[in-house]
């Protein structure tokens, strides 16, 4: 099972930041988070991953909470393609996707 | 880098026969991996390589599922007497090491009539 929480939806106005949550409070030291989105008919998308540092990279950045209990994925600048499914992701040797958030980017 | 690459992209078959997909992945990758994705629901884990050696299945993979990685390159999954219930995406990802990020291809969607 994915050991990953996240809302089934959200929405974003265009321009704006998208501010996707994620919860993994069973989380090991060990273990990084991936976020993923997946375009319909294509393949997942690999976007960023991290351990316990902040990351960024041109797609977006990856906020982790000290405790790593919690992460947030920010799109800064979310347009109408970045409409997805985004899949937050605990690596265990393997990705166990979950159900992910669906986000819709409104003009 | 031209990308993890499947084939064929689409297969229709009747049940009762045998598919076999390819898988092509990133070139130096010494992960492979498959995955089943179904309408609506997030891609399940099948089963995964390191090199040619298969180190893990899924309890989704049945008798009728085998995948083989013969010389660590390129990998094939093939499906014996197929059943409707295996129509799916059928997904090969690739990565370079236990952290790297899976590379996805775009998939081989299997309708079985």
């Known amino acids: 099972d994915a050991k990953t929480t996240q809302p089934p939806s959200m929405d974003c106005a265009e321009g704006r930041a998208a501010n996707l949550p994620c919860n993994h409070s069973?989380?090991?030291?060990?273990?990084?988070v991936y976020w993923y989105r997946q375009i319909h008919s294509q393949g997942p998308q690999y976007i960023i991953h991290?351990?316990?540092n902040n990351e960024t990279n041109e797609m977006a950045s990856l906020i982790i909470t000290e405790d790593r209990k919690s992460s947030t994925l920010i799109l800064p600048h979310a347009t109408l393609r970045d409409t997805a499914v985004y899949y937050c992701?605990?690596?265990?040797?393997?990705?166990?996707f979950g159900q992910g958030t669906t986000l819709q980017v409104k003009p | 880098d031209t990308g993890v690459s499947q084939n064929p992209r689409h297969k229709i078959t009747k049940r009762g026969q045998n598919v076999t997909f390819r898988c092509d992945p990133i070139s130096e990758h010494n992960r492979l991996y498959w995955y089943r994705q179904t309408l609506g629901q997030g891609p399940e884990f099948l089963t995964y390589f390191q090199n040619e050696a298969q180190l893990e299945k899924s309890r989704l993979l049945s008798d009728r599922f085998s995948a083989e990685r013969p010389k660590g390159s390129f990998s094939t999954l093939e499906i014996q007497r197929t059943e409707q219930g295996d129509s799916a995406m059928y997904l090969c990802?690739?990565?370079?090491?236990?952290?790297?990020?899976?590379?996805f291809g775009n998939g081989t969607r299997l309708t079985v009539t």
């Open positions: 991290g351990l316990k």
């Open positions: 992701i605990v690596m265990e040797g393997k990705l166990i």
């Open positions: 069973t989380i090991s030291g060990n273990e990084y």
């Open positions: 990802a690739s990565s370079l090491g236990p952290h790297g990020p899976l590379h």
